[in-house]
């Protein structure tokens, strides 16, 4: 019999909020002193009560948003109840019935290029806990973490392959980026993924009566691995004759192989009910703000690009790729525009080249670059030395300013040239033919 | 002069005239504390040489920053909060001293006091009966003259109920006129804090000086309360009492029911028109509290490990491990829609009931409680029979409007409260038809004998 792979995703991310979800503590806690950004709230004293971050509610709908998601009118916060020693209040603040964003959809490629769609079921706020630290029989709690704003999403099961998996996450991961709404880095745990994996005979149409989660594996490719892995002895497991039940398993990177960490009798009840603390989320009006101050997202971003400047869909893929990348091309090209350089050369140069643009001077650079080496460049060391004259001519006070010395000038000299050629000159004779002119004192 | 038989209007009004000082004031109840907290185990901790402000005794469940706070449990026997509750500090603003932490069944638990785990408060006009609780030490700290004023809380009628039993008036705010910040949950969705005092007037101002806007509790935000006038409207004219037939039905003692019959003859005599309202999904509130409650009960009480503050969680007593029990249950998967799911719609019928008989008249009048104090140890063995003690107050508290407790007259000796209900964030109307009454009538110059 031949088997297929149901693949289900859910995604932790933390936001990069000033603040924490439910209190006013600094909500950054790497590499911070333990237990100094806590209060009351987060250490779940006696008394204290949360109190929403509008902030995090705000990124968690750019989320739902860019996930084409639907954002509900009316969402609440449920507890989420079990104990473990890194959850102070003896609950987790979440939501389960009333998620803010529902019904959304990603388009995912498979190591193949086949694009398909991914279902969003929900994108959901809740808060993260404290870290527990094991060391000489000890285990040390650091609260810092505690209360940090989560943002949890969760997939269809509609993943078949491990290489969408992967796209999927690294989609995710840029779409984070793009928001500012968390540096998303795996290692640091500000993106955290589970994968729900089974197995079902190729052509049935019902979900599989069991599922493995996979949880706490913390880089794409280690994921991937654990997937593959999962789906290769679940098949063999069937065709033994085995049957398959409900568990959670890690991955062990030395041997290479998933592990039991929990089976279904453990499984906990967490007794969900609506957060009596915490009032109702009204949506309605949110929806619209949100939506006026989102940032384009990397995909609108490709396609107009595309149509906008004419160039390739390969090029621009790579361009948007990082947020600043992207940003800069436009900048390219809006200065490339008085020399006349078409986007698609800049779009090849920067591609070709490998560059990452990442601030004004490589734009400059990029720019100058290309202007230099277009056809139709004026070499006429006569023709040159004429409009230098005229640009020297007219400008008489930078020729003032670059005998006392200041090396701008120059610049402003070697500008006035280039515009008048439009940019067309060998920038390099321009430069001997103008210091020549200064230096010899041949100026009106 | 007797400083500790004022009233906190004629305390602030004394000091501003300067008739005694806060040292005098301070050492009054400090003596009075002496004599009588032996016999009455009102206050679990006292400040022994407070010089300073208008001495307020605070229900031990609301947190107090470097004084210890045990919400009358063991389990947290030693816990000093790094922090006020906002009500606190709100009064500490006002020139307000912490006198005292009084006595309350544990985590607010109960409804006689004999539920804390630092013994039972006993009530002024007879030392062997209960003084009702939850907020037992508050209510009797008022009733015996230990404290200008108190601060308790409600949740099914821990304020109401121990002032109508002690002779005092209580005041349930709305749910949100007051921060609940700093006041150690049981049930997040109807705890409530309020004034325990000796006259409407006071906690009229108390009511104006911890009500309003917390950053710290979000079910608290437009909640600012303004004392309107300072001129009493001497009748009722204009003023509809609804009284609801269902809270003078089976249960009800004859003597509560007889002293309260004459004070709604009372409202009308002052021109007030009462009308027969109708509460029908009354009997489903003590059904609809304990699954409410305790389910709420069961998640707050969960950080109770013992694991960075306090004692572990064998220290609860019986009533606290009861509705952990309960509640951990009704929340439970197979159970969540047949308990949990089907109470928060009984509550919302009962929040409706109070809205459709909101349209016939502007209070509701009847009994607080359907005895008054019983003996003590009387019901400690029937939890079902104590629970009954609140069909009265617990409707109100589902339904989230205010409610008070004011003195009414006494049967067989003991004190009878009259409860009058307002509308949502209408504590104004139901302060202004108790004060009236209490204006008419002088119930509150009887005090007990100690």
Known sequence: ?????????????????????????????????????????????????????????????????????????????????????????????????????????????????????????????????????????????????????????????????????????????????????????????????????????????????????????????????????????????????EKLTQETRGWNEDKRETYLQRSKEEAHDYRYFPEPDLPELKMKSEEERVKEEMVELPQAKMQRFVSEYGISKQNAQVLVELKEVGYYFEKAVKLGEAQQIKPQELANYIVNQKITLASQDQVLRAVEFIAAKRVGIIEDEAVIKKIVLEVIKKNPKSVEDYKRGKLNALQALIGGVMRKTQGKVNVEKVMVVLEKKLKSGDTP | MDLTKLTLIETIKGLKERQFSEVELNRAYRERMKKLNPSLNVYLWAKENGTE?????????????????????????????????????????????????????????????????????????????????????????????????????DTGGSIRQPSSLCGVVGLKPSYGRVSRYGAIAMASSLDQIGPLTKTVADARLVLEWISGKDGYDSNCQNSEFKVQSSELKKDLKGVRVGVPREYFGKGLDEGVEKVVREAIKKLEKLGAEVVEVILPHTEYGIAVYYIVMSSEVSSNLAKFTGIRFGKTRDKFGSEAKRRIMLGTFALSTGYYDDYFAKAAKV????????????????????????????????????????????????????????????????????????????????????????????????????????
């Open chain 1, 1 to 241: 019999m031949k088997y297929e792979p149901v693949i289900g995703l859910e995604v932790h991310v933390e936001l990069n909020t000033k603040s924490k979800m439910f209190c006013r503590c600094f909500a950054d806690y790497f590499s911070k002193e333990p237990n100094t950004h806590t209060c009351p709230i987060c250490l779940g004293l006696p008394g204290a009560l949360p109190y929403t971050n509008k902030e995090a509610i705000t990124k968690c709908i750019q989320i739902g948003l860019a996930l084409n998601c639907k954002i509900v009118d009316l969402s609440r916060f449920e507890r989420k109840n079990y104990f473990y020693p890194d959850l102070p209040k003896g609950y987790q603040i979440s939501q389960y019935r009333w998620p803010l964003c529902v019904e959304g959809w990603l388009e995912v490629e498979d190591k193949e290029g086949n694009v398909s769609k991914i279902r969003i079921n929900r994108v959901h706020q809740e808060e993260d806990t404290g870290k527990l630290t094991h060391s000489d029989g000890q285990t040390l709690i650091d609260f810092n973490r505690s209360g940090v704003p989560l943002v949890e999403i969760v997939t269809e099961p509609d993943f078949t392959d491990p290489s969408q998996v992967k796209d999927y996450a690294k989609k995710l991961q840029q779409i984070f980026r793009y928001l500012s709404v968390s540096n998303a880095d795996m290692e640091k745990g500000d993106m955290r993924l589970e994968a729900n994996v089974s197995v079902r005979p190729v052509g049935q149409k019902e979900l599989p009566n069991y599922r493995v989660e996979l949880k706490n594996i913390n880089s794409f490719r280690f994921m991937t691995a654990a997937i593959e892995y999962e789906i290769k002895r679940q098949i063999e497991a069937l065709e033994k004759g």
């Open chain 2, 347 to 450: 509550r919302t019928l009962i929040k409706q009931d109070f809205a459709k008989a909101f349209q016939k008249c502007d209070v509701i009048v009847g009994p607080v409680s359907p005895t008054t104090a019983w003996n003590l140890g009387e019901k400690v063995n029937d939890p079902l029979k104590m629970y009954l003690s609140d069909a009265y107050t617990i409707p109100a508290s589902l339904a989230g409007i205010p409610g008070l407790s004011v003195p009414c007259g006494f049967s067989e000796g003991l004190p009878v409260g009259l409860q009058i209900l307002g509308k949502y964030m209408d504590e104004e109307t139901i302060l202004d038809v108790a004060e009236s009454y209490e204006q008419a009538t002088s119930w509150r110059k009887v005090k007990p004998k100690l």
């Open chain 2, 53 to 153: 402000g208008i001495p307020a005794a605070i229900k031990d469940i609301i947190v107090t920053k470097d004084i210890s706070t045990t919400a009358g449990s063991k389990i947290l026997e030693g816990f000093v909060p790094p922090y006020n509750a906002t009500a606190v500090d709100r009064l500490l603003e006002k020139n307000i001293s912490v006198i005292g932490k009084t006595n309350c069944d544990e985590f607010a638990m109960g409804s006689s006091g004999e539920n804390s785990a630092y013994g039972p408060t006993k009530n002024p006009w007879d030392l062997t009966k209960v003084p009702g609780g939850s907020s037992s030490g508050s209510a009797v700290a008022v009733a015996s003259d230990m404290c200008v004023f108190a601060l308790g809380t």
